[in-house]
């Protein structure tokens, strides 16, 4: 059992639909973290909020928003992605983060996305 | 910048072996280095982290790494390994300077065999 909840485990879409991924955590974390995961391959950094303030994009298509509703929820909106955006994506969460001093994440089991 | 290599792709090793996963890291400032399994079809779990202190580090389900600055190195460990380890293992890296953002090693797949 995780500590940090994705929802949903799979999800299948056309290229012109719009879903959302969900991530929940009830650890008190300040940090939330969605990465992409293609197989055989490490996470990718997407997105970091902190205190519920967008801190990094690391160039990320405008294909994939981001929403960070409140301390424990961060949602990923999709809306026209492209096949090769099919991959696992990660929710992760941690301490919050300061200057000088890096926690461990702890990651969700990922919602696995197939883009038809 | 901070960047990890994980020396070995594929460990293939016999129940009950010794197993050791090599990990160098790059950084120009003090670093915190963490190790990470990833069991099919699940997310990513915490093994053991670096922060300060004490250079040996010992994890969950028996692991332990050792932080080597000399060398840039921070390799995991396990005396005896179980068919239930086999996964991929990544090892990561952050830093003061980067707050937020781990740097993660292309992963190692160990495989247990009986």
């Known amino acids: 059992d995780t500590e940090v909840t994705q929802t949903p485990k799979h999800l299948v879409m056309g290229m012109t639909n719009k879903k959302s991924l969900k991530c929940e955590q009830h650890m008190g974390h300040r940090a939330m973290y969605w990465y992409k995961q293609k197989a055989k391959k490490p996470p990718e950094l997407m997105f970091v909020y902190s205190y519920e303030k967008l801190s990094i994009n690391e160039s990320v298509p405008s294909r994939f928003s981001p929403e960070c509703p409140n301390s424990s929820l961060l949602n990923l909106h999709l809306h026209a992605l492209q096949p090769e955006d099919s991959a696992l994506y990660l929710c992760a969460s941690s301490q919050a983060i300061l200057q000088g001093n890096n926690q461990p994440q702890h990651f969700g089991d990922g919602t696995r996305l197939s883009i038809l | ?114």
């Open chain 2, 1 to 114: 910048a901070q960047s990890v290599t994980q020396l070995d792709s594929q460990v293939p090793v016999f129940e009950e072996a010794p197993v050791e996963l090599r990990c160098n890291y790059s950084s120009s400032v003090s670093v915190y280095l963490f190790w990470y399994v990833q069991y099919p079809n699940q997310g990513l779990q915490l093994l053991l982290k670096y922060l300060s202190g004490s250079t040996l580090v010992k994890g969950i389900n028996g692991f332990e790494a050792e932080f080597n600055k000399s060398q840039t190195s921070f390799h995991l460990r396990k005396p005896s390994v179980h068919i239930s380890d086999t996964a991929e293992y990544f090892c990561a890296v952050s830093s003061g300077a980067n707050a937020g953002k781990s740097t993660f090693g292309d992963g190692t797949t160990l495989t247990v065999k009986p």
